[in-house]
């Protein structure tokens, strides 16, 4: 009872003081700071804009860092405009010149004055920026709890350094602008051109410095090698001018990232005919620095904090009205051991502890049967549980994957893989599948997403939108998994929202869709044609017999568009980015289904966990009743890949047919159904084809795409000496650009023409056959307008009227 009084006295105590703290006015102002102790005998003065109307509640905080020649006049005139209008507070601490020298202001004072040891943080530089912010959040009435970074050229050097050697608890996201050199995340260099004589950095710094929010931002026609460019070798060996340095540290941070399976959080900006201009790059960083100015890693970690200490904080409330619930989606008397359904609805759902405690307690009771493993550490540290019945070496067996989880806020799939293993365990007619099939089974692929009910990972990207890029460690571990086990039957269990606007606004009034189950089987052309139809006419028909047998229903998954008066929907998968059509490019037989569930909480949960276990259950049994066929199927397939005769379908667009999609109205307590048009990329026709070249290409720039192309099983040759081809070169002649950032990219669009030539190309190249078992992946990514591939998810650059990296060797 003490510690609460003395803590609500606390409380008072400080929100008096703060009420009585001296504010600053807003508008255009200045403040003299020297209120940190380490570095009050150098004062910095704090030059600041704030809006003088807007709500400085949810005003986001920008600090601008000047260049080298601590110039900030014309910044503030340019900055301050942009406050008002974009309503943010603008800070600019001016470092003097004669009290911050290149030591403490570039190189933010990493090092003592005599250069021989290191400063702690709380030394550096770095830490009176905090202090400055910690002052505005006292004097300035922002609620702002952290703050946003951008400088140009030495202000970009201040914030690299800033990101990699110091850690703010209030950076929200920095933004770093054509720095002229850089110091590497390196353990061989030494400083200020690497880090091996900082003692504290170790390979965790460097884990948290890579998987921060920071934006690297390179004008294009910054290629300039002025008088003051740094040209020391150390800088020369980074590049020959601040593009090339950028890009150059860009990459490498990516590549460290990658080498050591850790979040890369980072992401480049290309500002197109622009050089060394500070207030021009600025015009370009604001929308970046401002999108998404709640940003994700601080959204996660208040949500965090918020539902720590509440135990039934993932039971949500349903918009569906109580009485669609009992006369549709009633559920069936049936107990279960499994984690969520043994518990009461009013505990909300089952843990990660509680699932892998249950999963280790099968493992137990059946040692011999199957085991229990884990895929790797997520980007939050967690492990990803997943459990092998069988070895996969039984060429005897159907060796099938079932994921579930892959969106951490749709839990009926991972407790349909947790009534799977039970049933396979402890079921006599689950027992006699296993003599038939060998099965990796992931019950929870996004832990740190499911950990918190949230779509996304730990690393803040959707898992189902990366199998084209494996820019997210855990997709990396994912799809390292998937191809060493070569599976030849592929499950992956969704939940999708019922009801959405366009739904409503196009019905005027309150709909959702009606099935418990939505198949999205995959149309592109370039996955096996039998392969396709296995997966589409024997394995989805086998399960909605099975389905509909127990009472539930189905139907196909569609995307909605309202365009004008009329409502027009896409039916069926075509993106390698998703899951769908990405197993199915390996030559596995490919199934992907949509439970009705997303914003149900704990309502009908049994319904649709059930529909995830009869659906999975019916994959394996019909996966045994059709055994020969489908190994015959899966044999043909990759034979046909090695042969490489047919063509490569880049693009194509699905054919406009009726489809029946039936609804709840929700006023009523009925269901209608509507003829709605379709484009049916189950039925589609080409675009664009190409003939498959004798290999493909690339670039010693392309790292990251043979990165991709490995992990997904391609095998790549790397030329140990110069050589010349006949070639078909790409010249992009139509290149567009998305505004908007998703993902952490901007896509793009392109078309392109080929031309003949005969090239020579440089040792350190990379030569790519598509004639092999990955070879529908290679065509597919490679190509470049194919639908969610390496040029427009940027895996590879490409620039309007210029030629690819990528090169087609004439057969």
Same mark, same amino acid.
């Given at each position: 009872?003490?510690?609460?009084?003395?803590?609500?006295?606390?409380?008072?105590?400080?929100?008096?003081?703060?009420?009585?703290?001296?504010?600053?006015?807003?508008?255009?102002?200045k403040f003299?700071?020297?209120?940190?102790?380490?570095?009050?005998?150098?004062p910095?003065?704090?030059?600041?804009?704030?809006?003088?109307t807007?709500?400085?509640?949810t005003?986001?905080?920008?600090?601008?860092?000047?260049?080298?020649?601590?110039?900030?006049?014309?910044?503030?005139?340019?900055?301050?405009?942009?406050?008002?209008?974009?309503?943010?507070?603008?800070?600019?601490?001016h470092?003097?010149?004669?009290?911050?020298?290149?030591?403490?202001?570039?190189?933010?004072?990493?090092?003592?004055?005599?250069?021989?040891?290191?400063?702690?943080q709380?030394l550096?530089?770095?830490?009176l920026?905090?202090?400055?912010?910690?002052?505005?959040?006292?004097?300035?009435?922002?609620k702002?709890?952290?703050?946003?970074?951008?400088?140009?050229?030495?202000?970009?050097?201040?914030?690299?350094?800033?990101?990699?050697?110091?850690?703010?608890?209030?950076?929200?996201?920095?933004?770093?602008?054509?720095p002229?050199?850089?110091?590497?995340?390196?353990?061989?260099q030494?400083?200020?051109?690497?880090?091996?004589d900082?003692?504290?950095?170790?390979?965790?710094?460097?884990?948290?410095?890579?998987?921060? &929010?920071?934006? #690297?931002?390179?004008?294009?026609?910054? $290629?300039?090698?002025?008088?003051? %460019? *740094?040209? /020391? =070798?150390?800088?020369?060996?980074?590049?020959?001018?601040?593009?090339?340095r950028?890009?150059?540290?860009?990459?490498?941070?990516?590549?460290?990232?990658?080498?050591?399976?850790?979040?890369?959080?980072?992401?480049?900006?290309?500002?197109?005919?622009?050089?060394?201009?500070?207030?021009?790059?600025?015009?370009?960083?604001?929308p970046?620095?401002? &999108?998404?100015? #709640?940003?994700?890693?601080?959204?996660? $970690?208040?949500?965090?904090?918020? %539902? *720590?200490? /509440? =135990?039934t904080?993932?039971?949500?409330?349903?918009?569906q009205?109580?009485?669609?619930?009992?006369r549709?989606?009633?559920?069936?008397?049936?107990?279960?051991?499994?984690?969520?359904?043994?518990?009461?609805?009013?505990e909300?759902?089952?843990?990660?502890?509680?699932?892998?405690?249950?999963?280790?307690?099968?493992?137990?009771?059946?040692?011999?049967?199957?085991?229990?493993?884990?895929?790797?550490?997520?980007?939050?540290?967690?492990?990803?549980?997943?459990?092998?019945?069988?070895?996969?070496?039984?060429?005897?067996?159907?060796?099938?994957?079932?994921?579930?989880?892959?969106?951490?806020?749709?839990?009926?799939?991972?407790?349909a893989?947790?009534?799977?293993?039970?049933?396979?365990?402890?079921?006599?007619?689950?027992?006699?599948?296993?003599?038939?099939?060998?099965?990796?089974?992931?019950?929870?692929?996004?832990?740190?997403?499911?950990?918190?009910?949230?779509?996304?990972?730990?690393?803040?990207?959707?898992?189902?939108?990366?199998?084209?890029?494996?820019?997210?460690?855990?997709?990396?571990?994912?799809?390292?998994?998937?191809?060493?086990?070569t599976?030849?039957?592929?499950?992956?269990?969704?939940?999708?929202?019922?009801?959405?606007?366009?739904?409503?606004?196009?019905?005027?009034?309150?709909?959702?869709?009606?099935?418990?189950?939505?198949?999205?089987?995959?149309?592109?052309?370039?996955?096996?044609?039998?392969?396709?139809?296995?997966?589409?006419?024997?394995?989805?028909?086998?399960?909605?017999?099975?389905?509909?047998?127990?009472?539930?229903t189905?139907?196909?998954?569609?995307?909605?568009?309202?365009?004008?008066?009329?409502?027009?929907?896409?039916?069926?998968?075509?993106?390698?980015?998703?899951?769908?059509?990405?197993?199915?490019?390996?030559?596995?037989?490919?199934?992907?289904i949509?439970?009705?569930?997303?914003?149900?909480?704990?309502?009908?949960?049994?319904?649709?966990?059930?529909?995830?276990?009869?659906?999975?259950?019916?994959l394996?049994?019909?996966?045994?009743?059709?055994?020969?066929?489908?190994?015959?199927?899966?044999?043909?397939?990759?034979?046909?890949?090695?042969?490489?005769h047919?063509?490569?379908y880049?693009s194509?667009?699905?054919?406009?047919?009726?489809?029946?999609?039936?609804?709840?109205?929700?006023?009523?307590?009925?269901?209608?159904?509507?003829?709605?048009?379709?484009?049916?990329?189950?039925?589609?026709?080409?675009?664009?084809?190409?003939s498959?070249?004798?290999?493909?290409?690339?670039?010693?720039?392309?790292?990251?795409?043979?990165?991709?192309?490995?992990?997904?099983?391609?095998?790549?040759?790397r030329?140990?000496?110069?050589?010349?081809?006949?070639?078909?070169?790409?010249?992009?002649?139509?290149?567009?650009?998305?505004?908007?950032?998703?993902?952490?990219?901007?896509?793009?669009?392109?078309?392109?023409?080929?031309?003949?030539?005969?090239?020579?190309?440089?040792?350190?190249?990379?030569?790519?056959?598509?004639?092999?078992?990955?070879?529908?992946?290679?065509?597919?990514?490679?190509?470049?307008?194919?639908?969610?591939?390496?040029?427009?998810?940027?895996?590879?650059?490409?620039?309007?009227?210029?030629?690819?990296?990528?090169?087609?060797?004439?057969?």
């Open positions: 009872m003490k510690r609460g009084l003395l803590s609500g006295m606390s409380f008072i105590i400080l929100s008096l003081c703060h009420l009585h703290a001296q504010q600053l006015p807003n508008g255009e102002g003299t700071f020297t209120e940190y102790a380490p570095f009050s005998g150098r910095v003065d704090v030059y600041y804009y704030i809006p003088p807007g709500d400085l509640g005003m986001p905080v920008v600090f601008v860092f000047q260049g080298a020649d601590r110039g900030f006049e014309y910044l503030i005139a340019f900055w301050k405009k942009a406050a008002e209008e974009k309503q943010f507070i603008f800070v600019l601490p470092f003097d010149l004669q009290l911050y020298p290149l030591e403490d202001y570039q190189e933010t004072g990493v090092l003592t004055a005599d250069r021989k040891h290191v400063n702690p709380r550096q530089t770095s830490a920026v905090d202090e400055i912010f910690s002052y505005l959040q006292r004097h300035a009435g922002a702002a709890t952290g703050y946003m970074m951008y400088g140009h050229s030495a202000g970009g050097q201040f914030i690299h350094r800033f990101m990699l050697f110091y850690d703010s608890p209030y950076v929200e996201k920095a933004m770093v602008g054509s002229g050199w850089y110091t590497f995340p390196d353990k061989q030494s400083f200020p051109y690497g880090v091996a900082i003692s504290y950095v170790d390979g965790e710094t460097l884990r948290r410095y890579l998987s921060k &929010n920071i934006v #690297i931002q390179l004008g294009k026609a910054d $290629t300039v090698r002025e008088s003051y %460019l *740094r040209k /020391t =070798p150390e800088a020369e060996a980074q590049g020959g001018n601040r593009l090339e950028g890009r150059v540290f860009y990459e490498y941070a990516r590549q460290l990232a990658a080498d050591n399976n850790w979040p890369f959080h980072w992401r480049k900006e290309e500002v197109e005919d622009v050089g060394h201009n500070s207030v021009r790059m600025a015009e370009n960083a604001i970046t620095l401002l &999108n998404d100015s #709640i940003r994700a890693p601080f959204k996660r $970690t208040a949500q965090k904090l918020a %539902l *720590r200490n /509440t =135990p904080w993932n039971i949500r409330p349903t918009s009205p109580e009485a669609v619930t009992t549709f989606y009633s559920v069936s008397g049936k107990k279960y051991r499994t984690p969520t359904l043994c518990k009461p609805v009013t909300g759902l089952a843990s990660l502890t509680e699932i892998t405690r249950y999963l280790g307690a099968l493992v137990e009771q059946h040692p011999n049967r199957v085991t229990l493993s884990t895929l790797g550490i997520s980007a939050e540290g967690r492990e990803i549980p997943v459990l092998y019945f069988g070895t996969g070496r039984d060429k005897n067996k159907i060796r099938v994957w079932i994921q579930a989880g892959l969106h951490g806020n749709e839990p009926a799939g991972p407790e893989v947790c009534i799977l293993a039970d049933y396979l365990l402890n079921d006599a007619e689950g027992q006699k599948l296993l003599t038939h099939v060998e099965l990796a089974l992931v019950p929870v692929a996004n832990v740190d997403g499911y950990a918190i009910q949230s779509r996304m990972s730990g690393s803040g990207l959707d898992l189902n939108r990366d199998q084209s890029k494996l820019a997210d460690p855990v997709s990396v571990l994912l799809k390292k998994a998937y191809i060493s086990w599976p030849e039957v592929a499950l992956d269990i969704h939940e999708f929202t019922p009801w959405r606007k366009d739904y409503n606004a196009f019905f005027h009034k309150p709909v959702a869709i009606y099935e418990d189950v939505l198949f999205l089987p995959t149309g592109h052309p370039n996955v096996s044609g039998p392969i396709r139809e296995f997966s589409l006419h024997i394995l989805q028909k086998s399960a909605g017999e099975a389905l509909t047998k127990k009472g539930y189905w139907g196909y998954y569609f995307t909605p568009s309202v365009e004008g008066d009329r409502l027009r929907i896409t039916k069926g998968a075509g993106s390698p980015q998703s899951s769908s059509t990405n197993f199915a490019l390996s030559n596995a037989a490919s199934l992907f949509e439970i009705r569930g997303i914003g149900l909480g704990r309502t009908s949960f049994k319904r649709r966990a059930e529909a995830g276990f009869i659906v999975a259950a019916n394996l049994e019909t996966c045994r009743n059709n055994k020969d066929q489908l190994k015959s199927i899966i044999r043909k397939a990759v034979a046909d890949a090695k042969k490489g047919k063509p490569i880049v194509f667009r699905g054919k406009e047919s009726p489809y029946s999609a039936r609804f709840v109205d929700f006023a009523q307590n009925d269901t209608f159904s509507v003829t709605l048009p379709a484009l049916d990329v189950l039925d589609c026709e080409p675009v664009i084809t190409r498959r070249p004798k290999a493909y290409i690339l670039a010693d720039t392309c790292r990251n795409a043979v990165r991709i192309l490995e992990i997904l099983g391609a095998d790549i040759k030329a140990s000496k110069p050589f010349i081809r006949n070639v078909e070169e790409y010249t992009v002649t139509e290149y567009e650009k998305s505004a908007t950032v998703w993902e952490r990219i901007h896509p793009v669009k392109v078309k392109t023409e080929t031309k003949k030539i005969r090239k020579a190309f440089p040792a350190g190249s990379y030569i790519v056959s598509p004639n092999q078992k990955a070879g529908n992946y290679i065509v597919t990514l490679l190509e470049p307008e194919s639908m969610n591939g390496f040029i427009p998810f940027g895996v590879i650059e490409a620039q309007s009227g210029t030629a690819l990296p990528v090169y087609r060797q004439i057969k």
